[in-house]
């Protein structure tokens, strides 16, 4: 079964400063998701990657998949407080599936 | 954009009673939705696949004897959790894939069960 390995855990930035969230599989990933969570809500989606090499961004989120389309990054410039919570990929378990499998997660704080 | 619902948003029930929680795709159909529960500072763990027409798919571990799913239209799900027991606790959310070419997949708010 596919696994999606993130890191880091968890992660405390001062305000300002740049970040990177790393998304790690065993194998191919098949449509690559992105989403937001408050803790105790809803999934807030961010972006969804598909092909090798591809590379998205809406404001200060950019999030990248690599050729070989094993491994994503979710990178934040300028973090603000607005951007804490955790952040979560989440990968098609094979070409024709719908339902996401998910990585571990990664806790964001923002340090004023 | 897409909307999913849930309800209800939050649930306390007592040690052997059964709680159901809907899952409602707003402004499209969904013949199939997805059922997941979080446990506090873990990830989403998918339980169960909900297809419209006929019976849920559920993942290794799931026992479906306890989780009842039900779709009863291209706009509904129903997740019951039958003979709920403290450790049913937890955050479940529901998502819905939008189809079509450009294909999405929005997530409800989540219901947040506590088992006493």
């Known amino acids: 079964s596919q696994e999606l390995e993130q890191s880091p855990q968890s992660l405390i930035v001062q305000e300002g400063k740049n970040l990177t969230i790393n998304c790690t599989s065993s194998k191919t990933l098949y449509g690559l998701y992105w989403y937001k969570q408050k803790y105790g809500e809803g999934l807030i989606f961010l972006m969804m990657l598909q092909k090798g090499g591809e590379e998205k961004s809406h404001e200060k989120i950019t999030a990248k998949l690599d050729e070989k389309k094993q491994q994503s990054s979710l990178h934040i410039t300028a973090s603000q407080p607005s951007h804490a919570g955790i952040y979560l990929c989440g990968a098609h378990p094979y070409s024709s599936a719908s339902k996401i499998i998910f990585g571990s997660g990664t806790r964001l704080s923002i340090r004023p | 954009g897409a909307v999913v619902s849930q309800h209800p948003s939050w649930v306390i029930c007592k040690s052997g009673t059964s709680v159901k929680i809907e899952c409602r795709s707003l402004d499209f159909q969904a013949t199939t939705m997805f059922w997941y529960r979080q446990f506090p500072k873990q990830s989403l763990m998918l339980m169960a696949t909900?297809?419209?027409?006929?019976?849920?798919?559920?993942e290794q571990g799931v026992e479906k004897d306890k989780f009842l799913i039900n779709h009863a239209s291209l706009t509904l799900s129903t997740l019951t959790v039958t003979s709920a027991h403290p450790e049913d606790s937890s955050f479940y959310i529901c998502?819905?894939?939008?189809?079509?070419?450009?294909?999405?997949?929005?997530f409800g708010p989540g219901t947040r069960l506590l088992v006493l």
């Open positions: 998502s819905a894939p939008t189809g079509g070419t450009q294909e999405t997949q929005y």
């Open positions: 909900s297809n419209e027409g006929s019976k849920a798919t559920y």
